[in-house]
C-alpha cells in the first residue's frame, strides 16, 4: 500500500500543478502575438524579455523577467547571431536547462532564405513570419496535442492573414510608386527588401551620425522630395528632428516591437503611401 501511494506521488509529480500554464519566453512582443494567434491567449503564458518602447541594445532585464525565464518550459527566439539582447541575456539560460526552443532565424535559414547577418530585425519580413509560423505550430502543439486542431485551424487563418497582408502592401506600394523612405534606426530592411523599397537609414552603425553623415541625408532628403522620416521609440530623435527642422519632413513613428505584428506592418504602409 506505502509502495503505491509512493508511486502515486511521484507519477503527480511529473505533472504540472493543476491549472498551470506553461511558460513560453519569447524575446520581443511580436512573438508574443504569433503564440497568442495560433493557441489564443489563455493557453500559455508568455514571458516578453523587451517591451515595448525600449530599445533592445541597452535594455536590461529585471529581476521578476529573469526568474519567469528560469522556470520557462519553452523559448521562442529570434536567433540571430547579431541580436545582442539575446546573446548576453537568454542564451546561457538555454545552455543551463535543455529547454524546447525554435528561432525565426533558424527556421528561415533552412527554409532556405538568404539572411543578412549584420541586420537582425528578420521579424519585420511577412514571408519570414509566415514561414516560422508554419513551423511555430508544431513546437507549441508538442505542449497540447490534444488542442491540435484547434491549433491548426487558427494557424490556417493567420496564414491567410498574412498572404493578404502581403498582396495588398505589394499592389498599395506599387500604385503609389513608393521606392524609399528615411529612417533613424534602421529595423525595416526586410521589409524593405520583400517589397522592392530602399531603406536609409539616419543612424551611423549604431550611433549618431556625425556632420556629414547628417549633411548627406538633409541634402538627400531636398532632392528627393522626401516628406516623412521614421523614427522608434526608445531611440535617440536629435537627429531626426535636426533634419526634419532643415528640410519641413514630417516626423513619424514606426514601431517594430508593436505588439500587433499585422498591424504595424499595415500602419508603415499606410504611412509611406500617405494613408491615415
Given at each position: 500500500?506505502?509502495?503505491?501511494?509512493?508511486?502515486?506521488?511521484?507519477?503527480?509529480?511529473?505533472?504540472?500543478?493543476?491549472?498551470?500554464?506553461?511558460?513560453?519566453?519569447?524575446?520581443?512582443?511580436?512573438?508574443?502575438?504569433?503564440?497568442?494567434?495560433?493557441?489564443?491567449?489563455?493557453?500559455?503564458?508568455?514571458n516578453?524579455?523587451?517591451?515595448?518602447?525600449?530599445?533592445?541594445?541597452?535594455?536590461?532585464p529585471?529581476?521578476?523577467?529573469?526568474?519567469?525565464?528560469?522556470?520557462?518550459?519553452?523559448?521562442?527566439?529570434?536567433?540571430?547571431?547579431?541580436?545582442?539582447?539575446?546573446?548576453?541575456?537568454?542564451?546561457?539560460?538555454?545552455?543551463?536547462?535543455?529547454?524546447?526552443?525554435?528561432?525565426?532565424?533558424?527556421?528561415?535559414?533552412?527554409?532556405?532564405?538568404?539572411?543578412?547577418?549584420?541586420?537582425?530585425?528578420?521579424?519585420?519580413?511577412?514571408?519570414?513570419?509566415?514561414?516560422?509560423?508554419?513551423?511555430?505550430?508544431?513546437?507549441?502543439?508538442?505542449?497540447?496535442?490534444?488542442d491540435?486542431?484547434?491549433?491548426?485551424?487558427?494557424?490556417?487563418?493567420?496564414?491567410?492573414?498574412?498572404?493578404?497582408?502581403?498582396?495588398?502592401t505589394?499592389?498599395?506600394?506599387?500604385?503609389?510608386?513608393?521606392?524609399?523612405?528615411?529612417?533613424?534606426?534602421?529595423?525595416?530592411?526586410?521589409?524593405?527588401?520583400?517589397?522592392?523599397?530602399?531603406?536609409i537609414?539616419?543612424?551611423?552603425?549604431?550611433?549618431?551620425?556625425?556632420?556629414?553623415h547628417?549633411?548627406?541625408?538633409?541634402?538627400?532628403?531636398?532632392?528627393?522630395?522626401?516628406?516623412?522620416?521614421?523614427?522608434?521609440?526608445?531611440?535617440?530623435?536629435?537627429?531626426?528632428?535636426?533634419?526634419?527642422?532643415?528640410?519641413?519632413?514630417?516626423?513619424?513613428?514606426?514601431?517594430?516591437?508593436?505588439?500587433?505584428?499585422?498591424?504595424?506592418?499595415?500602419?508603415?504602409?499606410?504611412?509611406?503611401?500617405?494613408?491615415?
Open positions: 500500500m506505502i509502495k503505491i501511494k509512493c508511486t502515486l506521488f511521484l507519477l503527480l509529480l511529473s505533472f504540472p500543478l493543476f491549472g498551470a500554464r506553461p511558460v513560453i519566453t519569447v524575446t520581443i512582443p511580436p512573438q508574443a502575438y504569433f503564440i497568442h494567434r495560433i493557441a489564443g491567449d489563455q493557453i500559455f503564458e508568455v516578453i524579455m523587451i517591451p515595448n518602447g525600449q530599445s533592445p541594445a541597452v535594455y536590461s529585471t529581476p521578476s523577467q529573469i526568474r519567469k525565464m528560469s522556470v520557462s518550459d519553452g523559448f521562442f527566439l529570434i536567433g540571430h547571431p547579431a541580436f545582442i539582447f539575446e546573446t548576453k541575456h537568454i542564451n546561457p539560460q538555454l545552455v543551463k536547462g535543455n529547454k524546447k526552443s525554435i528561432s525565426i532565424y533558424k527556421t528561415v535559414k533552412l527554409a532556405g532564405f538568404a539572411v543578412d547577418e549584420n541586420d537582425p530585425h528578420i521579424w519585420m519580413s511577412p514571408e519570414f513570419m509566415k514561414t516560422t509560423a508554419l513551423q511555430l505550430y508544431p513546437f507549441l502543439k508538442e505542449f497540447f496535442p490534444g491540435s486542431l484547434t491549433f491548426k485551424k487558427n494557424l490556417s487563418v493567420l496564414i491567410n492573414d498574412i498572404e493578404v497582408l502581403q498582396k495588398e505589394a499592389k498599395l506600394l506599387k500604385e503609389h510608386q513608393v521606392k524609399q523612405f528615411i529612417i533613424y534606426h534602421p529595423a525595416w530592411g526586410y521589409y524593405a527588401s520583400e517589397f522592392n523599397l530602399e531603406q537609414a539616419i543612424e551611423s552603425h549604431g550611433h549618431e551620425p556625425g556632420p556629414r547628417l549633411s548627406k541625408i538633409a541634402d538627400h532628403t531636398h532632392s528627393h522630395s522626401e516628406n516623412k522620416i521614421f523614427i522608434q521609440r526608445g531611440f535617440s530623435q536629435k537627429s531626426a528632428q535636426a533634419i526634419a527642422r532643415d528640410t519641413g519632413a514630417e516626423i513619424i513613428e514606426a514601431d517594430p516591437l508593436e505588439y500587433d505584428w499585422l498591424k504595424s506592418i499595415v500602419t508603415m504602409t499606410q504611412n509611406l503611401i500617405g494613408t491615415p
